[in-house]
């Protein structure tokens, strides 16, 4: 079966920078879309970034455009997220996804990877 192994999270203080991290295997990788998504406490699922199969096209959310990075080794069956200038406001579990077909359609989830960013 599919599976999904998110890691990286943590506690950083306010515009610190973090990588997280998502091992995929139970199928082919290379030929799905990844993206990653952040769910705040009382808040909606939220798509942060997403990549295309062979990493030729890239998305983000406007609150993060410019700070957070997506990645994908297909070598490795790997999607990562750079976090730079990290504000308290993106605190929140983040989930990787493997994207089905189209970026925020309908895919296979992580179990989710705690942000935590405070001083």
């Known amino acids: 079966q599919v599976q999904l192994v998110e890691s990286g999270g943590g506690l950083v203080l306010p515009g610190g920078s973090l990588t997280l991290s998502c091992a995929v295997s139970?199928?082919?990788?290379?030929?799905?879309?990844m993206s990653w998504y952040r769910q705040a406490p009382g808040k909606a699922r939220e798509l942060v970034a997403g990549?295309?199969?062979?990493?030729?096209?890239?998305k983000y959310s406007d609150p993060v455009s410019g700070r957070f990075t997506i990645s994908r080794d297909n070598d490795k069956n790997t999607v990562f997220l750079r976090m730079n200038s990290l504000k308290p406001e993106d605190t929140a579990v983040y989930y990787c996804k493997v994207e089905i077909g189209v970026i925020g359609g309908p895919g296979f989830w992580g179990q989710g990877t705690q942000v935590t960013v405070s001083s």
């Open positions: 139970g199928l082919t990788f290379s030929r799905h879309a």
């Open positions: 990549i295309t199969p062979s990493s030729s096209s890239t």
